[in-house]
């Protein structure tokens, strides 16, 4: 099936002149990252927007820097930003209109011309109205028809630079956005491969691959299609333990993250095989999407590096943590040789298909029933009684159960009502959630 394409409107400029909150103001919640440094955005961030009856992809990308001792990630933000400039229908030129026009704006301003697309110069931050007269003389010397005033942080020029992009695009455009089946969310801790997996799995360099830990700063989205369905599938900044995290930018990382999860279908955790044992902090990560009652399959990347030390390391982990591995999909794979990465989304559907089942009300009861009564539960000396279990409409599989002391069926009984049902149905990938009602 042939993926749907909207026409592409880029956010473009240099560091900190405010692309990030505009474009979060152009898509009415917060997904960029905002935050007073310099080069926090360095993949672009891609999202839906429709004003009136035409739909077209937002993308607010890094800031354009030009100068000579370049780092290697701003390089390659630098080269991905101008790699849009091919596709893009419209381009949305940032500047800020409180400190006049600075040689990387004419930089930019210069290339821009070249590519002969449509650009909107939008000066942002025009809450100062006299520093705006100031150096407007000097916005016009960038030679572009359109000016727009706006201000990200008041909701300036918003509609105005809405109205004026959609009437840019061509015509013939979809009059619909359409959404994914359904969403997946890769987490793990930096460095294991994530960003590779994701334009693997999407076949195209959309995430920037960098040895450099904490490459990946913000949730990155993309869509495929498998069996059909149209995928979503979002790379999320490496998320390190708590207390290694020291800086606010990394807190906001983290969160972006986390929000992610919350908005993921299904959630794909990356470990890198060749560290051997399974560390403290993919455990918190696996127990934080478990409680979140998120569907999950765990990928053990870098297969190809794995020693004869580390893989022995790895086993006894696995062994060590078997009371949960059991219940989840694992699959090993190598981004490098690309073993196994075609069947991830095929373990994904199994998973949500799992997620889907509908039990046969007299069975489910009886097979319960008939478990509890060979292990009865008790709480204080007080014998706890289920006397019905029934499913009720859910995304993952969801019970209500009819008990006698509900207060007392806490994570425990829970967890051994929950087996029972592993034990009989197959459930794997699946989180189980459970309602008490008082008999």
Known sequence: ????????????????????????????????????????????IEEVVTNGDKPFSLIDTGGMQFRKNINPIDALVLQKVTALFAEAKVILFVVDATAGVTQEDRQIAKQLHKTGKPVLLLLNKADNSKLLRENIGEFLSLGFKEMIETSALHGRGILETLEKTVALLPDGTTTEAIKPNYQIAIIGKPNVGKSSLMNL??????????????????????????????????????????????????????????????????????????????????????????EAKKPLIIVFNKTDLVTDYSEIMLGQSQEEYEFILDKIPCISISCLTKKNVSKILNHIQKVLERCKQTFDPSEIDETVKKDLEGRPLFHAGLKLKMFKIRQVEGKIPTFVLHVNHPIWFGPSELGCIENILRKRYDLKGCPVEFYKQKV
């Open 1 to 44: 099936m042939k993926k749907i394409k909207y026409p592409k409107v880029l956010l473009v400029g240099r560091t900190n002149v405010g692309k990030s909150t505009l474009f979060n103001r152009f898509i009415s919640h917060k997904k960029s990252i905002v935050f007073d440094q310099e080069g926090v955005t360095r993949d672009y």
């Open 201 to 290: 799995l999407t076949q195209q360099e959309r995430s920037i691959v960098s040895d450099i830990a904490g490459t990946t700063r913000e949730a990155v989205s993309e869509t495929t299609y498998h069996c059909d369905d149209l995928v979503q599938i979002t790379d999320t900044a490496g998320i390190r333990r708590k207390a290694r995290v020291n800086d606010d930018l990394e807190t906001l990382m983290v969160k972006n993250s986390m929000q992610s999860v919350r908005e993921a279908d299904v959630v794909m955790l990356v470990i890198d095989a060749s560290q051997g044992p399974i560390s403290d902090q993919e455990l918190k990560l696996l127990f934080l999407v478990y």
